[in-house]
């Protein structure tokens, strides 16, 4: 049962619709529990996608993927960043876990600058910087995720303790300090391309990212 402390955290999130959602993954089927989400904010809404564990796998640990929305990755599969390819890896873990969340943000993208300002970057890369430098560049943050959205969304669920599937240690230490206990990290690992080295490349050197 849920604690009041745990029922206070959701003031300022709402879990809007549920249902069962079928989806094809890797040639094979698989229902799973999709929920959405919205903050205080109204532009702050995800998806939840859950593989709820039955019987004696009730109460398995969690295994969690925090995803960033990313238009050009995750939809148009684009070989500059590395997204679409971890979104895959992760739900290799999360369709086959008892108790796997994917919890989706779309208004992650571009590390939480927005689409446009990430293109914008993208045109910097192209004539040389990295990701690191081209945001500040355009006068935009490295990084503006917050996460505080992702936990509500967890102790909502009861999953206050997980198993958190990211190369990101700010992840695992945003969600340690709205309250969630990280078990464990779980490394993503894709292979890099051409096009993603040298941003794979920065997000270990300049971002302290774990592969």
Known sequence: MKSSALKSVRLDVEWCAQTVLPIEFRGREYKLEARAY????????????VNRGEGPDA?????????????????FHSLRCDCFAQLQAAMDQIVVRPNGVMIYLPYHEG???????KIRAYALQDQGYDTVD????????????????????LFDLNFPEIRLLTNNPAKVEALRS????????LPVIVP?????????DTKRERMAHKF
Not at 59 to 75: F, L
Not at 137 to 146: F, K, L, M, N, T
């Open 38 to 49: 919205q903050g205080a904010d109204p532009t702050y809404q995800c998806m939840v996608l």
């Open 192 to 200: 890099p391309s051409p096009y993603n080295k040298r941003y794979l």
């Open 59 to 75: 109460n398995a640990m969690p295994v969690v993927r925090v995803h960033s929305g990313c238009v050009t990755g995750d939809i």
């Open 111 to 117: 590390r939480g600058i927005g689409l446009v300002n």
């Open 134 to 153: 081209a945001n500040v560049e355009i006068g935009a943050p490295i990084d503006a995720r917050e996460y505080d959205l992702a936990a509500k969304i």
């Open 178 to 185: 709205e309250g969630i206990t990280v078990v464990e990290r």
